[in-house]
């Protein structure tokens, strides 16, 4: 089994920042990769951004060069830092823990940026 400890969404104007954090604890192997989804209303979740434990990372094409997504592997912890944020990226987001093929999610936070 695998817990998550998710934080850092909240409400935000256009072009504010926030920070996302997603510690995992449990049963967790030395070689896994930790990501970001995220799922607004009507929509399918979709990946944001996610980072292996040797630092290989992944972006979703739209948020290139406002989201930098970054881990400590000693913690299991995962960070998102969401910059120039805009309404449609207003959405729950999703920490995602992959070892293998078996898929661990957390219970999820909101991000809303609104003015």
């Known amino acids: 089994q695998v817990q998550f400890v998710e934080s850092g969404g909240g409400l935000v104007q256009p072009g504010g920042s926030l920070r996302l954090s997603c510690a995992a604890s449990?049963?967790?192997?030395?070689?896994?990769?930790m990501g970001w989804y995220r799922q607004a209303p009507g929509k399918q979740r979709e990946l944001v951004a996610s980072i292996t434990n040797s630092g290989s990372t992944t972006y979703r094409e739209s948020v290139k060069g406002r989201f930098t997504i970054s881990g400590d592997s000693a913690r299991n912890t995962v960070y998102l830092q969401m910059n120039s944020l805009k309404p449609e990226d207003s959405a729950v987001y999703y920490c995602k823990l992959a070892i293998g093929t078996v898929q661990y999610w957390g219970q999820g936070t909101q991000v809303t940026v609104s003015s």
């Open positions: 449990g049963s967790i192997s030395s070689r896994y990769a």
